[in-house]
């Protein structure tokens, strides 16, 4: 078993930055890649970007990129989200969740969630 557990939600301005955390335990961090997603209300969960099991590789949604960062930090069990040039339409639960299958796994293959964080960004 993983637990994950997501921090740094809040209220923002639009143009603003959150960083979002994602503390890990339970089984080696190392072997899992790590996935952020979001749902917004009324909507389904949606991709946001992921992270490889060593860090080296990224990828995003069409959506955030150039906008967001993730990134991961082993030693410390810990996935983050930097998010920058927030706009009303990135308001949703943010999600990490653990993939031991890749970098590249379906939402729905995913083994592990966590609990979710609100981010709202007020325009």
């Known amino acids: 078993q993983v637990q994950l557990v997501e921090s740094g939600g809040g209220l923002v301005q639009a143009g603003g930055s959150l960083r979002l955390s994602c503390a890990a335990s339970g089984r080696t961090f190392s072997n899992y890649a790590m996935g952020w997603f979001r749902q917004a209300p009324g909507k389904e969960r949606e991709f946001v970007g992921a992270?490889?099991?060593?860090?080296?590789?990224?990828y995003y949604a069409d959506s955030v990129k150039g906008r967001f960062t993730i990134s991961r930090d082993n030693a410390k069990n810990t996935v983050y989200l930097q998010m920058n040039s927030l706009k009303s339409e990135d308001t949703a639960v943010y999600y990490c969740?653990?993939?031991?299958?890749?970098?590249?796994?379906?939402?729905?293959?995913?083994?592990?969630w966590g609990q979710g964080t609100q981010v709202t960004v007020s325009s």
């Open positions: 969740a653990a993939a031991q299958s890749g970098l590249y796994t379906p939402l729905d293959r995913y083994d592990y």
């Open positions: 992270i490889s099991r060593s860090g080296v590789s990224t």
